[in-house]
């Protein structure tokens, strides 16, 4: 017999099975084929790396609405480094991923130091860099880079497993790492649960969010790189919106928007249930202006649900 603290700690990935299943019956078996679930992996790799770093900034309750932008700005630069500039492979990568560390250390300065809310300062972020990667490529694609570049998101492991979801298990192992064994993660719940209290007790909260914001800086860059990888060609308009899907795999995986509460865990969950809904949907032929209402009402859901969790908590 279940009992409720069960339930209550693994929802969650109950309503990812249930998930499973009625897609599985809805497709007739397709869903759960495995190619199908060898490209929902590939699907999820490079909004799953990029939802580590929304999730250390969501935790100290703030928001990086650039990460769509700084993923556009990394598949265009490093595209263009490679393609125009002939730069070996390897250093492109370095260079983008450089560059992506230090548009989040930008949104740390103005966050942190000027005192900008997070909300407008990303935004502005996100505006700026848009316009950057389209001036760099005029709004054309930028293709016919290295064939190994594919590495990063279209080769598999073993004629099966995709590096680009190892590469994300690797990032997801880190990220747990980093909230569970290191005092910056106790640092990231303690902001989030009261900044002026942190403070007093000795947190540095400006430079734990410079660190925050570089490591969503860092992480969105990388899924930039996968997700150049497995279009082989950069578009100026590639990121756009993905900050959505990013923020809801978050929130839908426990991460509370007050901050100081969620688990790397929860959000592993998160994605792998927007993955696979992305996933059901496309398969059942479903329209794209559909997903995008079905994906708004689960982002509203799970806000709402994280709303009347800290009514539950205040009593």
């Not at 990029?50 to 999730?55: E, F």
């Not at 990063?152 to 790492?177: E, K, N, Q, T, V």
């Amino acid at each position: 017999m279940l009992n409720a603290n069960f339930l209550k700690q693994n929802a969650i990935w109950l309503v990812f099975i249930a998930e499973i299943i009625i897609f599985a019956i809805a497709s007739d078996g397709t869903f759960i084929t495995g190619r199908n679930i060898i490209n929902i992996s590939r699907q999820v790799s490079y909004y799953g790396i990029a939802a580590i770093g929304m999730t250390f900034v969501i935790l100290i309750a703030d928001i990086d609405l650039s990460i769509g932008s700084i993923i556009t700005l990394v598949n265009v630069v490093c595209a263009w480094l490679m393609v125009a500039a002939g730069v070996n492979m390897w250093v492109a990568v370095a260079i983008s991923l450089i560059m992506a560390t230090g548009i989040g250390l930008i949104n740390a300065v103005m966050v942190a130091a000027v005192g900008i809310p997070a909300l407008i300062a990303t935004f502005a972020s996100q505006t700026v860099f848009e316009g950057v990667a389209y001036l760099i490529s005029g709004g054309r694609p930028i293709a016919g880079f290295d064939s190994d570049f594919g590495i990063f998101g279209r080769w598999s492991a073993f004629d099966f497993l995709p590096i680009c979801a190892i590469l994300m298990i690797i990032c997801f192992a880190l990220g747990s790492f980093i909230l569970n064994k290191t005092y910056f993660g106790r640092y990231f719940y303690a902001i989030g649960g009261n900044e002026e209290a942190a403070e007093l007790s000795g947190i540095r909260v400006n430079r734990v969010k410079y660190l925050i914001y570089a490591f969503s800086g860092f992480f969105a860059g990388l899924a930039g790189i996968v997700l150049l990888s497995r279009a082989n060609s950069a578009q100026s308009t590639v990121g756009k919106g993905l900050e959505f899907d990013v923020i809801t795999c978050v929130v839908l995986g426990g991460v509370s928007v007050y901050g100081g509460v969620g688990s790397m865990s929860g959000v592993i969950a998160g994605v792998l249930i927007i993955g696979s809904l992305t996933n059901g949907m496309i398969l059942m032929d479903v329209s794209e202006y559909t997903q995008m209402v079905v994906k708004g009402l689960v982002l509203a859901v799970a806000v709402g649900i994280d709303c009347m969790s800290k009514k539950r908590r205040k009593r």
